[in-house]
């Protein structure tokens, strides 16, 4: 039987668990002082032996259980604690044998539980003084089993533990991570960012059709209020200045007003409440310039518009006479020649809608500048749930692509149809998400649409 181990040395002595030895700052750096002016004896039990032992080949913990394994041998070769630490407190290291372990008498303790072995080995130690013995480990198992059977337990300091070290996915992900710096320093870093501008949740509000009385008083005020042409002079000849087309333009305009205009006012009415307003920048916050920039804007279950649109709910104006002169003063002479796309800074509009898609392109996006643009959202049939909006950003220059998508919220409501409109005057009643006539400085400002969804042609 082997001699106990004698510890009348020592102030205190601490039977170390096996993360004392693996999971803490270098133990010749560690402030031992805490635990008093020492000497201190660390006792490693054949439980803690055998789990450092089986860390030698670890790729993380090898070197540290190598280490300490060296430690170890110069105890084994003398039989005298090893020193750790030689300046106050004193630190030595000695293993220490356990008698035969009576498991029917620790029936609390698993015997194929590592923390409780070490709990066993801990109170069969062959030491001179058992009452002098403290375990010392961070988890709460071990101290829980030795304070049970009358042995003292001292938690590890949670600043003696170092830091976690990254597993293998986050090591991994620092790769990719520092991967993607250097592919940052060799391509254009664009940020793109849509947001909401008009009130969320959205509203998609379907409006009642009004009823034939509504529909006819609406009909005959628009009818009434329709400009007429002079007869003639005074003489009851034809004026030289007269419109022999107005008829048939009035005529035509007519026609389509009973046909078509009218039946649809609720659709107008709907389209023009549906218009939600979302914002879209992109910034190039790199120092590489992107050439060939285009800017896509998506939608998957919403209607774009490049720019605002008003919807002409009773039809389109009536027709008025013109002058023999109207169309030289109305001609948009700067609207002959083509337009210039040879600025290589600016931003020129590709599909401009409406539609499912917007783009943009711009030849040469240049470090730190940033484009805004303002589009229009039209909540149709097809939208339900949320709204989704999507900015896509590609390059010559640039791999992949970069772009954020926008989900909004909708909620349906059902209005009457003259809980929207006034039947009598022609006002509309309830407020709009977006007025696009507010602030309104040119009439080319903002799309003129029909009721039906048909876009009109500019004269």
Not at 37 to 45: D, K
């Amino acid at each position: 039987m082997p001699a106990a181990l004698n510890t009348s040395a020592y102030d205190r002595v601490l039977i170390i668990d096996t993360q004392v030895v693996l999971e803490t700052k270098p133990l010749d750096q560690l402030p031992w002082s805490e635990f008093g002016q020492g000497p201190i004896l660390l006792l490693v039990c054949r439980q803690a032996q055998s789990e450092i032992d089986a860390k030698k080949n670890d790729g993380r913990l090898g070197t540290r259980a190598r280490s300490f394994n060296k430690l170890l041998d110069t105890f084994l070769e003398s039989r005298s604690p090893a020193e750790l630490l030689a300046v106050p407190p004193r630190v030595d290291v000695a293993l220490v044998a356990n008698a035969r372990i009576d498991w029917d008498a620790l029936d609390d303790l698993d015997r194929d539980d590592g923390d409780d072995r070490i709990v066993a080995q801990a109170l069969n130690a062959r030491v001179d003084d058992r009452t002098k013995l403290e375990l010392l480990s961070h988890d709460m198992r071990p101290r829980d089993g030795a304070i049970t059977h009358g042995l003292g337990a001292i938690k590890l300091p949670e600043h003696w533990l170092r830091e976690p070290e990254p597993s293998p996915d986050e090591r991994e992900k620092a790769r990719l991570e520092r991967e993607l710096r250097v592919l940052r320093t060799e391509q254009p870093e664009i940020k793109v960012l849509v947001e909401a501008i008009t009130q969320t949740p959205w509203r998609k509000l379907v409006v009642q059709p009004a009823s034939e009385e509504q529909r006819a008083a609406i009909q005959n005020a628009v009818l009434r209020a329709a400009p007429r042409q002079n007869g003639g002079d005074a003489f009851g000849l034809a004026s030289i200045s007269r419109d022999h087309s107005f008829e048939d333009r009035k005529r035509k305009w007519r026609e389509r007003l009973i046909a078509r205009d009218m039946p649809a006012m609720h659709l107008g009415l709907q389209r023009l409440h549906a218009q939600q307003r979302v914002r879209i920048t992109i910034e190039n916050v790199g120092p590489i310039t992107a050439e060939g920039l285009s800017l896509e804007v998506r939608s998957g279950n919403t209607e774009l518009h490049s720019e605002p649109y008003n919807v002409l709910v009773f039809g389109k104006p009536a027709p008025r006479p013109r002058l023999f002169h109207d169309p030289l003063r109305h001609m948009d002479f700067g609207r002959l020649g083509p337009a210039s796309r040879h600025e290589p800074f600016t931003f020129y509009i590709e599909e401009e809608g409406p539609g499912s898609v917007l783009t943009w392109s711009c030849s040469s996006f240049r470090q730190e500048k940033s484009f805004e643009v303002e589009v229009s959202v039209a909540l149709d049939a097809g939208t339900s749930g949320k709204a989704q909006i999507e900015a896509v950003v590609t390059a010559r220059n640039m791999k992949g692509d970069k772009r954020m998508q926008l989900l909004v919220p909708i909620v349906e409501a059902t209005m009457r149809f003259d809980e929207a409109v006034d039947p009598e005057t022609l006002r509309l009643v309830a407020d709009l998400a977006f007025d696009p006539l507010d602030g309104l400085q040119r009439d080319d400002e903002v799309r003129w649409i029909r009721s039906d969804g048909s876009v009109v042609r500019k004269d």
